[in-house]
């Protein structure tokens, strides 16, 4: 079993930045790709930033291309997300997902490990 917490939401306003950290514990951090998905207030869970497990290869949505930054950590079981420039439309409930796989998805169907996620509100 596979213990996902996150942690560094909270409250910025636009053009600001905040750092999410998400720790896996229970097994092997380091056999497990990570990921960040996010969601809004009605609307669906989506796919923000993949780092693998093996060679760190990151994946971002579109939306955050050139302004997120996703990191890992595997001696400290951490997985950051550096997020800059922040702006109203990056408001959401921000989840950590782990996967035992090699490769990187922004789907939410490949993570079967979930923490229970951490808020982030930009203002305008």
């Known amino acids: 079993q596979v213990q996902v917490v996150e942690s560094g939401g909270g409250f910025v306003q636009a053009g600001g930045s905040l750092r999410l950290s998400c720790t896996a514990s229970?097994?092997?951090?380091?056999?497990?790709?990570m990921a960040w998905f996010r969601q809004a207030p009605g609307k669906e869970r989506k796919g923000v930033s993949c780092i693998s497990r093996t060679d760190g290869r990151t994946y971002y949505a579109e939306s955050v291309k050139g302004r997120f930054t996703i990191s890992r950590n595997n001696a400290k079981n951490t997985v950051y997300l550096q997020m800059n420039s922040l702006k109203p439309e990056d408001t959401a409930m921000y989840y950590c997902?782990?996967?035992?796989?090699?490769?990187?998805?922004?789907?939410?169907?490949?993570?079967?490990?979930w923490g229970q996620g951490t808020q982030v509100t930009v203002s305008s």
């Open positions: 229970g097994s092997t951090f380091d056999a497990f790709a």
């Open positions: 997902a782990a996967a035992p796989y090699a490769y990187c998805s922004l789907s939410g169907a490949d993570f079967g490990y």
